[in-house]
């Protein structure tokens, strides 16, 4: 095979992948909307499987902005809520963890002996 072929089959399959990303990142935010209607979304699907790249192109260059501000607005509630996850967790004082430690010894959920492994852990 030529070093021109192995090029040129290289870019193409590049450029498929490229293609197939980028689709998936159209019907990703596409479906993932809640501002249009099932029969919006029918209508871009069909648009895109008929006129492919046109479609894409076209959902590209009329929903960019908002795809953006979608996918920025996803992160933020991510972001909130595993910063409210992590906050939840590190507010348990020790006492807090030595209470809830008694308590699963008291209902037999652990043996002494954990409890005693746990205690020193707490009090370090």
């Known amino acids: 095979m030529p070093l021109l072929d192995l090029f040129w089959t290289t870019l193409l399959i590049f450029g498929w992948v490229l293609w197939f990303m980028l689709l998936f990142r159209v019907y990703g935010d596409l479906f993932s909307r809640d501002d249009i209607g099932g029969w ?5 699907v069909v648009f895109t499987l008929l006129v492919p790249f046109l479609g894409v ?3 590209l260059i009329a929903q ?9 607005a996803r992160m933020e509630q991510q ?3 595993s910063d409210a996850y992590i906050r939840s ?12 430690a008694r308590e699963l010894l008291s209902s037999g959920a652990i043996t002494p002996d954990e ?5 020193p852990s707490l009090h370090s």
């Open 57 to 59: 192109f076209v959902y």
């Open 115 to 119: 409890f005693q492994r746990m205690v």
């Open 89 to 100: 967790v590190a507010s348990q004082t020790q006492d807090d963890q030595l209470a809830k």
């Open 79 to 81: 972001r909130a809520a």
């Open 64 to 72: 960019g902005r908002g795809m953006g501000e979608r996918a920025l």
């Open 40 to 44: 919006a979304k029918t209508g871009w």
